[in-house]
């Protein structure tokens, strides 16, 4: 696993964001990477224990996902949220084979049960990084958020005008308030997508 850092995350109006992209740019981050696709499969156990403890606010949670990048396959991934600090690790699967992370002895430890295919997310991203020789932060803006079910072949449910905001960094960066008060002094959220795309089709 890589090391926990910070994710603050928040949940945005378009104003707001065109506020934080512009506050960025004063403080010469510009975006990485402008407008690309992200998709997600996210797996569950048979009793939803990944759902479930995000729901009932247990300390340490985990999900496991299959993650792709403007429709081409990248990775696997377990991701760990202790309290309001994050961390993943990449499984060493080069396939999106549905077999091939039934079978990862990671995964067997993570869950009480065998795991299946729960839900798809798929949103537009748009990433900004700023590195110095110690420490960096990314910064990403998702819009356009769509779910599906594993069965399904088309995005039946969506969240068209909600932003989501993640400042993701190890270490605190003192300009961070001045960037945050462009978000009309917002507190973090627990947003989670996964959560979002389960209670559309099953609660």
């Known amino acids: 696993m890589n090391q926990f850092r910070h994710e603050d995350k928040f949940v ?6 065109q506020l934080l ?8 981050i510009i975006s990485e990477r402008q407008n690309y696709q992200v998709a997600s499969l996210y797996y569950d156990s048979r009793n939803q224990e990944s759902f479930y403890s995000k729901q009932d606010g247990e300390n340490l949670k985990t999900k496991l996902r299959m993650r792709f990048y403007d429709n081409n396959f990248s990775h696997f ?3 760990e949220k202790q309290g309001s600090k994050n961390r993943k690790k990449k499984l060493n699967l080069k396939t999106d084979s549905d077999m ?12 009480s049960g065998p795991v299946t295919p729960s839900i798809w997310v798929r949103y537009q991203r748009e990433a900004f990084e700023l590195k110095t020789r110690e420490e960096s932060i990314r910064i ?9 079910k594993p069965t399904s072949s088309f995005y039946e449910k969506s969240l068209p005008s909600v932003f ?16 945050y008060s462009s ?12 959560i979002e795309g389960v209670k559309c089709f099953y609660l």
């Open 12 to 17: 945005c109006s378009e104003e707001e964001v």
């Open 21 to 28: 992209r512009s506050r960025l740019s004063s403080h010469g």
């Open 77 to 79: 991934e377990i991701k």
């Open 100 to 111: 091939n992370i039934l079978n990862q002895e990671e995964v067997r430890f993570l869950f």
């Open 140 to 148: 990403t803006i998702d819009s356009s958020m769509t779910f599906k």
């Open 164 to 179: 989501i905001v993640e400042f993701k960094y190890i270490k605190h960066f003192d300009f961070l308030e001045d960037i």
């Open 183 to 194: 978000l009309m002094q917002k507190k973090p959220t627990s947003f989670s997508k996964f």
